[in-house]
């Protein structure tokens, strides 16, 4: 019995380990999410998102596909010159992280909440709702 609970200990240890790393895996690829994003780097954003992936920008009623967003590219280069993307980790559970996430662009900012649900490193979905006109519920 006693051999039983060690047993499952090591376990319930190497699980929580496990799922850990995943989170802090995850938020690194969230990171750089956004400073790509910052950046307008089509190779970063490309490599980050899964070929199949399916964006939803809910306010907009748009969804589109890893290459209608990186054809989107060129106009979000200009909107976001001069801005900053602060994020934060709400939550990140199996696979799935919640981001509330400031744009303060040079005229005006917006609070959204970003969900993304990533796998083998890669993004393979992501939600985005905005939250306020404004970041400073930040």
């Known amino acids: 019995m006693h051999r039983t609970w060690r047993r499952f200990l090591l376990a319930a240890a190497l699980l929580m380990s496990t799922v850990a790393r ?5 938020g690194a690829i969230i990171d750089r999410w956004y ?3 910052l950046a307008a780097d089509r190779t970063e954003l490309s490599e980050l998102l899964a ?8 306010d907009i009623g748009v969804g589109q596909t890893k290459q209608d967003f990186i054809a989107s590219i060129d ?11 602060r994020h934060r980790i ?17 005229g005006n900012d917006m609070l959204m909440r970003e969900t ?3 796998a083998g490193g890669r993004i393979v979905a ?3 709702t905005a ?8």
């Open 22 to 26: 995943a989170s802090a895996d995850d």
């Open 35 to 37: 400073s790509a994003l």
């Open 51 to 58: 070929d199949g992936v399916r964006m939803k920008l809910n």
């Open 75 to 85: 106009e979000w280069q200009g909107a976001v010159a001069g801005a900053a993307i």
């Open 90 to 106: 709400e939550k990140s559970e199996n696979g799935e992280t919640t981001v509330l996430a400031c744009y303060d662009f040079p």
């Open 116 to 118: 993304f649900a990533i």
């Open 126 to 128: 992501s939600t985005q």
């Open 131 to 138: 939250v306020a006109q404004d970041c400073s519920a930040y």
